[in-house]
């Protein structure tokens, strides 16, 4: 069983930055693969970005937020975290981080096994 709690989460100005933080219980940190979504209301959970397991630093970002947005982990910490930079009011949702199997698509929702419970992010014009 792993639990990830969220956090950095705010009000912010377009053009502003963000970094969230999910730390991670347990000692098997390393051995997931892990994935930031996001969820605005009304709509479907969307993929953000996903760092691969261990400590190779394999990383993935959707095309809306690449070059903005940089996915990293600390394994020794067990963090997870999302540096986001020049936000814009398209980016407001709530953000969750999620862990997955080493060998799972990072891009889909339904192959992520943990979720933490969220943290807002509102971007204003």
């Known amino acids: 069983q792993v639990q990830l709690v969220e956090s950095g989460g705010g009000l912010v100005q377009a053009g502003d930055s963000l970094r969230l933080s999910c730390v991670a219980s347990?000692?098997?940190?390393?051995?997931?693969?892990m994935g930031w979504f996001r969820q605005a209301p009304g709509k479907e959970r969307e993929f953000v970005a996903a760092?691969?397991?261990?400590?190779?630093?394999?990383?993935y970002y959707a095309d809306s937020v690449k070059g903005r947005f940089t996915i990293s982990r600390d394994n020794a910490k067990s963090t997870l975290s999302l540096q986001m930079n020049s936000l814009e009011p398209e980016d407001t949702a709530a953000y969750y981080c999620?862990?997955?199997?080493?060998?799972?698509?990072?891009?889909?929702?339904?192959?992520?096994?943990?979720w933490g419970q969220g943290t807002q992010v509102t971007v204003s014009s």
């Open positions: 999620g862990a997955a199997g080493a060998t799972a698509t990072l891009t889909k929702a339904e192959n992520y096994i943990y």
């Open positions: 760092i691969s397991w261990g400590w190779t630093g394999i990383t």
């Open positions: 347990g000692r098997t940190f390393a051995t997931y693969a």
